[in-house]
């Protein structure tokens, strides 16, 4: 996938309503337990997190020749299909040095100064990956002092999405970026719940906490629930417009809706015959 087609695929997709399959999903960084950089070594499929909230965030006593092993890793919270992720990274180069990294996935996209501060790059899966937790990318790095951090950040040209492996693919957003601090307390990823599928007015459908989904007059789909197409299948019925009957959602209505479940055969809005007399000529049929 070439970043170009990226850029042109995210703009046709962000606008669109219906949240995908990797809705609400984060990515957040984490230290790899007690793990010694080595030059030459792989580390991905060794982390040992799967949640943000029980991430190690920090790492005290590096150096040039102790440099931390760091996972960046995507937590989801639905019915996961990663076949790509676009994301940055912002440090302060004067004192944070990334010695090395690599990418977890089967190709990438990165820019020419990847991982220089304020870059992004673009991690491909030529299969989707499911599951809650996926690992992204790893990085070595040390800090000449206490008191910096290496920041997630969107991507600076292709902004921070999910993709499915669609033709063309569905793009979320990424919901949350992590941080990780070199002699620095970083506060773990907050949420309240998980989010789940919400149907909003017209059949819309979004990925919502519960509480959330209430506050905008949605109805929330249960723990566990994404968003498909058939999710939120709105409620049709008869709407009689100028031009005559049809039938639609109440949203898409341009007249007087009928209500739902409501056909147009027979047709509700044929108009009640009406006759041109006076009471006296209605007295003098009726006697």
Not at 58 to 67: L, Y
Not at 227 to 251: I, S
């Amino acid at each position: 996938m070439k970043t170009s087609i990226v850029a042109l695929l995210l703009a046709l997709i962000a606008s669109s309503a219906s949240a995908g399959p990797n809705a609400g999903g984060l990515l957040y960084l984490a230290l790899a337990g007690d793990v010694v950089y080595t030059e030459g070594t792989d580390y991905c499929g060794t982390a040992t997190t799967n949640d943000c909230r029980n991430a190690v965030t920090r790492a005290d006593g590096t150096s040039a020749s102790q440099p931390a092993v760091i996972h960046c890793l995507a937590q989801f919270f639905g019915n996961t299909r990663l076949a790509g992720v676009s994301f940055g990274i912002d440090y302060d180069d004067a004192a944070v040095r990334i010695v090395d990294f690599r990418s977890c996935g089967d190709a990438e996209t990165p820019q020419g100064d990847w991982p220089a501060p304020g870059t992004g790059t673009v991690v491909h899966w030529d299969v989707e990956q499911g599951g809650a937790s996926v690992e992204v990318y790893w990085f070595a790095a040390f800090a000449y002092a206490d008191g910096y951090s290496m920041d997630l950040i969107p991507h600076p040209t292709e902004d921070g999405y999910f993709m499915t492996g669609d033709d063309p693919p569905i793009f979320d957003p990424i919901a949350y970026y992590g941080r990780f601090g070199f002699g620095l307390d970083i506060p773990h990823c907050i949420y309240e719940g998980e989010p789940e599928a919400c149907c909003l007015p017209g059949g819309l459908c979004q990925f919502l906490i519960a509480e959330d989904c209430i506050a905008q007059g949605g109805e929330p789909q249960g723990p566990g629930s994404v968003c498909t197409p058939m999710t939120c299948v709105a409620e049709t019925g008869a709407c009689c417009t100028a031009g005559g009957c049809v039938v639609t959602t109440a949203t898409d209505c341009d007249g007087e809706y009928q209500g739902d479940g409501t056909d147009c055969d027979p047709d509700p809005c044929v108009p009640v015959p009406s006759i041109e007399t006076t009471w006296g000529g209605v007295k003098r049929t009726y006697r």
